[in-house]
């Protein structure tokens, strides 16, 4: 989800031909990271490590960071879109980073002990949180969507 979610703004954020390596540059970058997060996960030898999972996956979740700046701080080029919204994007990843907190330190269920066994632990609570995240980002794609279809590239200098 978090190599999907991102793949819409940086596509559509670096789509003039000047920019498209910048694109490139950021796709591969996350898609290392949630490899590396998948590793974790699909090892046997680490599933039982919840805090490793936790940290793979905030790190895979804010590798984003980076392209997500370059497209916030650079709107004044003529090659990148002026309008382009942080604030899903950044909302998007404190929700996941409170749902992550929340699994990887076993909240509520280790503190109240037989109080959350059916609803309410931190696993449900975990993918709440990466639901309302993943709506955010939903609305950021397709407001990158709609915001290029109106977006055009000036014409190529030589």
């Excluded at 996956?57 to 984003?64: I, M």
Aim: charged content about 10%.
């Amino acid at each position: 989800m978090i190599a999907g979610s991102i793949t819409p703004p940086f596509f559509y954020g670096f789509i003039c031909p000047e920019k498209v390596m910048w694109k490139w540059i950021w796709v591969t970058q996350v898609y290392l990271c949630c490899a590396f997060a998948l590793v974790t996960v699909m090892v046997p030898s680490l599933k039982g490590l919840r805090w490793l999972n936790a940290v793979a996956w905030l790190l895979a979740g804010y590798s984003v960071s980076p392209g997500i700046i370059h497209l916030g701080s650079y709107p004044d080029t003529p090659h990148m879109r002026s309008d382009f919204q942080v604030w899903p994007w950044l909302s998007g990843g404190i929700i996941y980073l409170v749902g992550a907190v929340l699994y990887a330190t076993g909240f509520p269920e280790r503190y109240f002990k037989k109080t959350f066994d059916i609803y309410g632990q931190s696993h449900t609570l975990f993918h709440v949180s990466i639901l309302i995240a993943a709506g955010l980002h939903f609305y950021g794609s397709l407001d990158c969507y709609w915001s290029a279809l109106e977006f055009t590239c000036p014409p190529k200098l030589n």
